[in-house]
């Protein structure tokens, strides 16, 4: 599975972005966001189990931060509101063909597929 995202950008504190994950070469089962802020590890977002749309959230986004994706196109958005200067990094999108349970919040490692990264930058 190829995973190629989009929609990084420049914003101030407080605005809002949207980013999209295309997924071309296979069906997901589950699809993440992780980002990686300047200096740092890459950090877990977000993710949704494909099918039956279930999300998870880390606590940092959770309330401004809402994922999803449409099954019929094959990809994943992020879409970010009520930025901070502290989700300034490089957003990576990624894909597994487990679904996972719901109970089960997937890390870094269960993630085989991922795309380019999509530089977000917020002002304050």
């Known amino acids: 599975v190829q995973l190629q995202a989009s929609g990084g950008g420049l914003v101030q504190a407080g605005g809002s972005l949207r980013l999209a994950c295309a997924a071309s070469g296979g069906a997901l089962g589950t699809g993440g966001w992780f980002r990686q802020a300047p200096g740092k590890e890459r950090k877990f977002v977000s993710a949704i189990r494909w099918n039956i749309g279930n999300t998870d959230y880390a606590d940092s986004v959770k309330g401004r931060f809402t994922i999803s994706r449409d099954r019929a196109k094959n990809t994943l958005y992020l879409q970010m509101n009520s930025l901070k200067p502290e989700d300034t990094g490089v957003y990576y999108c990624?894909?597994?063909?487990?679904?996972?349970?719901?109970?089960?919040?997937?890390?870094?490692?269960?993630?085989?597929?991922w795309g380019q990264g999509t530089l977000v930058t917020v002002s304050s």
């Open positions: 990624a894909g597994t063909y487990r679904a996972f349970i719901t109970s089960y919040t997937p890390n870094e490692a269960d993630f085989g597929f």
